[in-house]
Each structure stands twice: as structure tokens, then as C-alpha cells.
């Protein structure tokens, strides 16, 4: 719950929106597998080198919300091209904020930003809508592809400036 001041704290706003968008999922649809790390959500479906992540960092005032790919370079590329080829289908549906990138030398992501002042339960709203959102359009293809057999195997996971280490923390 937001504070008296209407604010949330980084670790709140995390779970304030997964609540939110889990809640937002039409009954019967399938519930990702989740994985926390202290300000890092990620909800995948059976394979966790792809996943939905979520990510309110503070230090640069945005929220990251996006579909990661990090496997292989190969099977990365692969999913990048399979979310390329559909672009014209995912794009009006996603909205213009999104942007399909070359992360790194071998991640790539699909993923959007929001600029903040301050995290707020109204921010929250929104972006757990947009979480629920991409879910629904997303999961599907993510679950049910032949590239989800393929890229099973997660890759050893890339250092990257931007990530923080990997903490397991019980929820709240």
C-alpha cells in the first residue's frame, strides 16, 4: 500500500504492480513462474533465460518493463526475429513506447521505459496494466513456441553493468 505521502518504495512499487497485474489476467489464463531479486521481478514460463521483467530503479527516475531474451546469442537472435516478424501484428498492440533491441553483444530485449519523480500507486496502475497487457499478448507466443523447446537451456547468465547480482529474497 502507498504511503500517507502516496509514494512507494521500490520494493512495494514491485510488488504493488504484480498484484495488480496478476489480478488484471483473465481467469484460466496461465500464471507465470516468478523469480525476485530485492527490486527485480521476472515471470517466465518454463524457461527463465526468457522472461518478463520488471524494474524500478531509482537511481535513473524509470521503470524498465520488458520481454528479455537471455540465452545463446543464437536462440536470442531467433526470438528477436520471431517478435521482428510480427511487428506489424505486436507493435499497434504494444503502443510506441516499446523498442525491440540489441541489449548487449548477446541479449536482446523488447521493452519499454517510464520516467518517474516519484513512485506512485497511480504509476503503479498503469504500468501493472501494461504488464497484464503484454502477458496476454506475449505469454502465448513465449509458452507456446517451437523456440520455447529450443532455448530450454538458459545460457550462462552475461555480466552486464546494468544488472544487479542475483539475491533470493522471500516475498515481503
Request: overall charge neutral; charged content about 25%.
Amino acid at each position: 500500500m502507498p504511503h500517507k505521502d502516496g509514494t512507494l518504495k521500490a520494493r512495494e512499487f514491485l510488488f504493488f504492480c504484480e498484484d495488480l497485474a496478476m489480478a488484471g489476467l483473465p481467469a484460466g489464463f496461465p500464471r507465470p513462474e516468478r523469480r525476485v531479486m530485492w527490486t527485480i521481478l521476472q515471470l517466465h514460463y518454463g524457461n527463465p533465460a526468457i522472461h518478463f521483467e520488471l524494474q524500478p530503479q531509482l537511481s535513473r527516475s524509470s521503470v524498465e518493463l520488458g520481454l528479455h531474451f537471455e540465452s545463446s546469442v543464437e536462440v536470442n537472435d531467433a526470438w528477436a526475429a520471431a517478435v521482428a516478424d510480427r511487428a506489424d501484428e505486436l507493435f499497434p498492440e504494444l503502443g510506441p513506447e516499446w523498442e525491440l533491441e540489441a541489449w548487449t553483444a548477446s541479449w536482446r530485449r523488447l521493452h519499454r521505459t517510464y520516467r518517474f519523480e516519484r513512485l506512485t500507486a497511480e504509476l503503479g496502475r498503469q504500468v501493472a496494466g501494461d504488464l497484464a497487457s503484454v502477458l496476454q499478448l506475449l505469454g502465448p507466443m513465449v509458452s507456446g513456441s517451437p523456440l520455447a523447446a529450443a532455448s530450454a537451456a538458459p545460457a550462462r547468465p552475461e555480466r552486464h553493468g546494468r544488472q544487479p547480482r542475483a539475491r533470493r529474497h522471500a516475498r515481503r
